[in-house]
T-cell receptor, first 114, second 107 residues
Framework: DAGVTQSPTHLIKTRGQHVTLRCSPI?????VSWYQQVLGQGPQFIFQ???????GRGNFPDRFSARQFPNYSSELNVNALLLGDSALYLC?????????????FGQGTRLTVV | AQRVTQPEKLLSVFKGAPVELKCNYS??????LFWYVQYSRQRLQLLLR??SRESIKGFTADLNKGETSFHLKKPFAQEEDSAMYYC?????????FGAGTRLFVKA
């Protein structure tokens, strides 16, 4: 098992554009969470999805949205990109949605907005 | 409001010295607390969680609800412990990470 995989690994977008980031969880994991990590800070929680439904949301604007597919993979969408959206976006999967469950992280997608 | 505070951005110790990475949290309910570690060029990974009450790689962490702390400790630091350490709190279907502490163990 390759673990949690994210694509692409890097991308550069222009302000105002839209971006879609993708995440494939570990086989058998039904929960996917998304995080934004700005340089020098810890990961900031964006969303948690479990069984294709949003279960938790962080303090991010409505420009951020996500969904989970029947195979439990997930997409994070960001509209009207701002320079401040430049960050490492991390995806994590876990077997259950309970809060004491270990999360397994992907390698991240580095987004640069110019 | 949920909050995790790691007061030290960088902690530098000599090999064999004791290590304590501090973590304080703010949460109104009963949180689940974790320590995650990121070694150079590797993914973020779980080191330990308070519910397991286990020692991993010689590290332990005790949840002190009175002081709302979950400090990570190791009696004798090793060079391979050099990494970025994040304290995290899960509650209400959110997981909050601290800003992280970089541990550097000198030979």
């Amino acid at each position: 098992d390759a673990g949690v995989t994210q694509s692409p690994t890097h991308l550069i977008k222009t302000r105002g554009q839209h971006v879609t980031l993708r995440c494939s969880p570990i086989s058998g994991h039904k929960s996917v969470s998304w995080y934004q990590q700005v340089l020098g800070q810890g990961p900031q929680f964006i969303f948690q999805y479990y069984e294709k439904e949003e279960r938790g949301r962080g303090n991010f604007p409505d420009r951020f949205s996500a969904r989970q597919f029947p195979n439990y993979s997930s997409e994070l969408n960001v509209n009207a990109l701002l320079l401040g959206d430049s960050a490492l976006y991390l995806c994590a999967s876990s077997y259950r949605r309970s809060e004491n469950t270990e999360a397994f992280f992907g390698q991240g997608t580095r987004l640069t907005v110019v | 409001a949920q909050r995790v505070t790691q007061p030290e951005k960088l902690l530098s110790v000599f090999k064999g010295a004791p290590v304590e990475l501090k973590c304080n949290y703010s949460y109104s309910g009963s949180p689940e607390l974790f320590w995650y570690v990121q070694y150079s060029r590797q993914r973020l990974q779980l080191l330990l969680r308070h519910i397991s009450r286990e020692s991993i790689k010689g590290f332990t962490a005790d949840l002190n609800k009175g002081e709302t702390s979950f400090h990570l400790k190791k009696p004798f630091a090793q060079e391979e412990d050099s990494a970025m350490y994040y304290c995290a709190l899960s509650g209400g279907f959110k997981t909050i990470f601290g800003a992280g502490t970089r541990l550097f163990v000198k030979a």
